[in-house]
Structure formats: C-alpha cells, structure tokens
C-alpha cells in the first residue's frame, strides 16, 4: 500500500525547496564581488608587507571581504587606499574543507573568523610596528569589523571602523529567510544555511547567535570611531537599516545621501569609486566625498 504524504507536509517541502532555490543565488552573492584570477602587485601598496605607516596615516587599514568572496574583494579599494598613502592589507577568512578548493572564504563560523581575524591583526601590527590599525569590511566582513572589537576583544588595537552594508542586525536575506521560518521554523532555513557548507549563514540572520553576541548591550567600544554606510538599494542585506548602529561615537548614513543618483546595490559596492571615496572619508574625515557610480546589485 502506498501511503501518502499529508498536505502539509507536501506543502512544507515544496517551499523549503522553493526557499532553497532562492536563496542559494543570495548566499552566493552576499557581499561577493567577482574574484579577479590575478593578486594585486606588491608595487601598487596593496598586500604589500614591506610597507610602513606614515606619521599622516598611522594605522594600517585591514580589509574584510563579503561572505563567498576572498581577498580579491578590494581590487579596487585596495590599490585606492595605498595610492592615498595607507598600508593596506586583506585576507580571506572563513574557509570550510568544502569551499576553500575553489578560494571562497567566509562560510566558517563568525566566531571562528573573529579569531582568524585577531590573529591576522596581530600579524599587521607586529610587521608594520603600528600600535592600532583600521578596520574597513563588506558585508559579512563589515560585520566582522563590527564584531572583532567588541566580542574578540580587539577594541584596544582598533582605531576605525568603516562598515559597508553589515547585516549588524541580522539579515532576513530580501525577506526569504523570515518565509522559512514562517514556512517550517528554523529547522527549515538551517537545512541550507548550516552543515559542512555555510555556518556563518545561520550566524548572520535575525535571531542568530553571531547576531545575538554583537547585539548584546552597546556595539561600539570606547576609543573606536565608526562609520557605518549602507545602500537604500541593498536587496541583501534587509531591511537595508539593519546595517545601522544607533549609539554614540557612530556616523550612520546610505550613500544615496551623499549622492543621490548613485544606484549602487549591495555587491555593487565592492565597485563603486564613488564607495573609494567614502572609505578614505571614514578614514580621514578631511578627505571630501566625489560620487561615482556603482552596479544595481
């Protein structure tokens, strides 16, 4: 006798796989910028560990890539930090057994990439003889620089932050995420967001527990400055004001304030000259804002 399946059940699968299907273009994407084959030349500046701070600019800046991507993510912030006279130095964190084949970094636990993070910090500052260095993310990375202060401990060796479009907190992934969860529970959105794949996944929505370490009383810590920019076109990272973080000592705005024909989506800011020109300001606040001109994605 063949029995079966009940209709809710039938229901429950469909849209988990329906769920699955459209989400995996996102979890691919999140913060993700095309991976250039070839690394950037140590004579640009960018990676380049002969480099030594200048008394104008005397932190490093370290660059935290978008979750999937690597440190390829900074092709063209990097080599723009260093020609304005900053060490700039990337990595890729996060890498699982089943992504690090094919360089994807990101997918490890944030707790795992916090650490990863700290020591690469301490590797900076012990080659370059800096006291602090900057922290400029992307996405996952932008999370991260948020993080890495307050929950790794890191605030002390930290002078700014400049986070593009974190999910700070936590991201319903355009809204498909929260339909898992109405859908099947968590269980549901854990089917594919977690396993030997993509743990920072489940870290990153609403409710998640990197989310829930960050979120835990103020965000900001003493003697770090802050600039937080996001999208209003950010079809990632949503609602796109979950990026923000309300507190003293943090400057909060969307690019589309500064300039406001720039229609830049969330991986489009990895691209975006116009984004160059607002790292180097939440760097150096004497540095003035140019736009420019970003992808809708």
Known sequence: MIRSTPRPARLRTRAALLLAVAVAPLVTLLGAAPAPAAPAAPSSGYNDWSCRPSAEHPRPVVLLHGLSSNDQNWTLHGPALARAGYCAFSLTYGQTPTTRWWGGGGFAPVADSGREIGAFIDRVLTQTGAAKVDLVGHSEGAFLSLYVPKVTGYAGKVGRVVALAPPTHGTTFAGLVTLGQLVGGQPLVAAFTDGATCYACTDLVRGGPAVAALTDGPIAQPGVTYTIIGTRYDAVVTPTSTSFVREPGVTNYYIQ?????????????????GVTSMILNGLDPRTPISCGFGPPF
């Not at 300039?259 to 830049?264: G, K, L, N, S, Y």
């Open 257 to 273: 304030d500064r300039c406001a024909f720039d229609p830049v989506g969330h991986i489009g800011i990895a691209v975006d000259s």
